[in-house]
């Protein structure tokens, strides 16, 4: 895996899932790291642990959806670690409730589902690039869903915002690429998450048994893990991918090769 040493790096969404088993092996690859998160327990806890192992974090309670919050998460990264190379802009939500028609979606349930999930991209990206400048480039990663290409029923407000994703980071690939800056995305399936196990909860019975019948649904078999997204993400941040730009890579266990996946998997919500 690549060597991240000297490089620092901030994770929306950091605390828990798959922002914070990405935070925990950028830190294991010489990396320090930035939480940004609004879940101050878990927040405090991921940090602690990062510490007592060696590593280098800062937990910033923040809604990254709001200007100044986002703006101190990059100055607390400044302020502690020098500056920023890498933002994996990871934070995302999907609300039991949110599952509605657009005639039935609140539109404060509207907003808030577009703050999060694509105006906090645009905000840690406004504040992180002028850092990211001076340090001669870096990489901007964005999580955006399989539903940003295909979608379910009933997820409005979920599937405008991830397609926002990936047609964000098309663009700001173009405006940035003569700075060394790359931006790139990824679409994951079924990941095993809070924010999934919330959802799966909701169905009601065991929800071990509900995340096996998603797994099914995927060619692989199986859910995929925090760890999977850890993975794919340190090599999208890494020079190994330095001639990747503004394009998506799935990580869905095949989800999209089925074609109509939603009907056949059960559940997604890319987060």
């Excluded at 590593?55 to 309670?61: P, Q």
């Excluded at 906090?120 to 955006?144: Q, T």
């Amino acid at each position: 895996m690549a060597d991240f040493d000297g490089k620092v790096v901030i994770v929306t969404g950091g605390a828990l899932g798959m922002g914070g088993d990405t935070a925990v092996e950028f830190v294991r690859n010489g990396a320090s790291v930035v939480i940004a998160d609004l879940n101050t327990e878990a927040g405090d806890r991921r940090e602690s642990d990062i510490r007592a192992e060696g590593g280098r974090a800062l937990f910033v309670e923040s809604d990254v959806a709001l200007a100044d919050d986002a703006r101190r998460v990059v100055d607390g990264a400044v302020a502690e670690f020098g500056g920023v190379d890498i933002l994996f802009n990871n934070v995302g939500i999907q609300p039991v409730d949110s599952y509605k028609n657009v005639e039935d979606t609140p539109e404060s349930m509207w907003d808030r589902i577009l703050d999060v999930n694509l105006k906090s991209y645009f905000l840690m990206a406004k504040y992180a690039i002028p850092e990211i400048r001076k340090r001669g480039g870096g990489v901007i990663i964005n999580n955006a869903s399989v539903q940003g290409l295909q979608s379910q029923y009933l997820v409005p407000a979920y599937a405008a915002s991830k397609g926002g994703v990936l047609s964000f980071t098309r663009q700001m690939a173009l405006d940035y690429a003569p700075e060394n800056i790359r931006v790139l995305a990824i679409c994951p399936g079924t990941i095993d998450t809070d924010m999934v196990r919330t959802v799966a909860a909701a169905e009601g019975g065991d929800i071990e048994v509900t995340l096996d019948r998603y797994g099914a649904g995927h060619p692989v078999g199986r859910i995929g893990t925090g760890q999977d997204i850890a993975n794919l993400v340190m090599f999208l941040a890494s020079d190994k991918s330095s001639f990747m730009t503004g394009t998506h890579v799935m990580i869905d266990g095949g989800y999209m090769a089925l074609g109509a996946w939603a009907g056949g998997a059960g559940a997604d919500t890319g987060q």
